[in-house]
């Protein structure tokens, strides 16, 4: 309960009525209540709208019915408008059963009493309405309190609901992140050796099934190792990064670019026959020995270069382990006829 004390509110043109109910309801209310009184309907509504301004609860009025101007039941009706919560009392020594209706449906009127009245009924009538109001009032702050709890709930669900989204969102990238570090080299970007074997076993089992050529590359930077001793293995990784990103600038979407190891790497082809792959690698060939490569003056040849070995399937093998070796027996076939050209396999080098 709040620490404003309520109000009781006695209403009738006659003095004596008035002392007579201040002072019996005082001696039994004065304590827990403020007894206001008002002789016309009009003061006792600029009464109302005071104490609505400074908050203070009116918790009952007690009006007489027969009252210069506006009548007892008028004055209850539109205090039941701006108070609805406010019980309310008829005090009359006139008024007919019509009347007393009249009050109940239009003013919520909550107890008719008739002229004179009896005072331990007055005091018991009062006591029980108190009761009324003081349980609608804490009803009131509970459902307020209920409602005001509600609304953080709702709002710590969506919070929360953001957060798992979020999180969820967070784990997924992470998982993405995982996958791809999984089948990814880290000194490239490129695909690694674990996913092209994966890779390599799929496609060359799709390519004896329907029948589709599979051209494979097997590709060594020509004299790494000497490049690594005279300008350092860092050079020797930047070299590495700038090769692969040579190497998929103009791959099309099916075709596979991987490390295979070192400084080996392997391009799938799909759906590319010798002749096409020939070419391919070829103008690989030639893009990486025009390229202006750190210190790649230096070299022997005077500049960096690449030497390719060429298999494809089903032509050279059925299977990916068989193409794997025709590659790079077809590498080290070019690496022995001299580096920087491509050799097919079986071709003469």
Request: aromatic share 4%; hydrophobic share 40%; glycine share 8%.
């Amino acid at each position: 309960m709040s620490a404003v004390r309520e109000h009781i509110l006695c209403v009738d043109d006659e003095e004596g009525i008035l002392t007579a109910l201040r002072q019996q309801l005082g001696v039994r209310f004065g304590k827990e209540c403020e007894i206001s009184v008002a002789q016309s309907a009009k003061d006792a509504l600029e009464l109302v709208d005071e104490l609505e301004r400074e908050g203070e609860p009116l918790a009952l009025v007690i009006a007489d019915q027969i009252m210069p101007g506006m009548k007892g039941v008028e004055l209850l009706e539109e205090i039941n408008r701006r108070s609805p919560s406010t019980t309310k009392i008829l005090l009359t020594g006139q008024a007919g059963l019509d009347a007393v209706v009249a009050a109940i449906n239009r003013a919520g009127l909550n107890r008719y009493i008739p002229k004179p009245w009896d005072e331990p009924d007055l005091r018991l009538t009062v006591e029980g309405l108190l009761q009324i109001f003081r349980l609608h009032r804490v009803n009131a702050q509970l459902v307020d309190h209920l409602r005001t709890k509600n609304i953080e709930l709702e709002s710590w669900n969506r919070e929360l609901d953001g957060k798992v989204r979020e999180r969820t969102r967070a784990l997924e990238e992470a998982n993405h992140r995982l996958s791809q570090l999984a089948i990814t080299d880290g000194l490239t970007g490129l695909y690694n050796h674990r996913y092209l074997r994966e890779h390599l076993a799929l496609e060359t089992l799709r390519s004896q099934r329907t029948g589709l050529p599979l051209g494979f590359l097997m590709i060594d930077v020509d004299h790494f190792k000497l490049y690594n001793d005279r300008h350092g293995h860092p050079a020797g990784d930047e070299i590495l990064r700038q090769l692969a990103t040579l190497l998929t600038e103009e791959r099309r979407v099916n075709d596979l670019v991987a490390r295979y190891g070192g400084e080996e790497f392997a391009i799938l082809l799909v759906d590319v026959d010798k002749p096409a792959a020939l070419t391919i690698a070829e103008r690989l060939r030639a893009r990486v020995a025009a390229f202006p490569f750190p210190h790649g003056s230096l070299q022997p040849g005077g500049h960096l270069t690449i030497s390719v070995g060429i298999a494809a399937c089903p032509a050279d093998a059925a299977t990916a382990e068989a193409l794997l070796e025709s590659a790079d027996a077809a590498l080290y076939r070019a690496k022995k006829a001299g580096r920087d050209r491509v050799v097919l396999v079986g071709a003469v080098a």
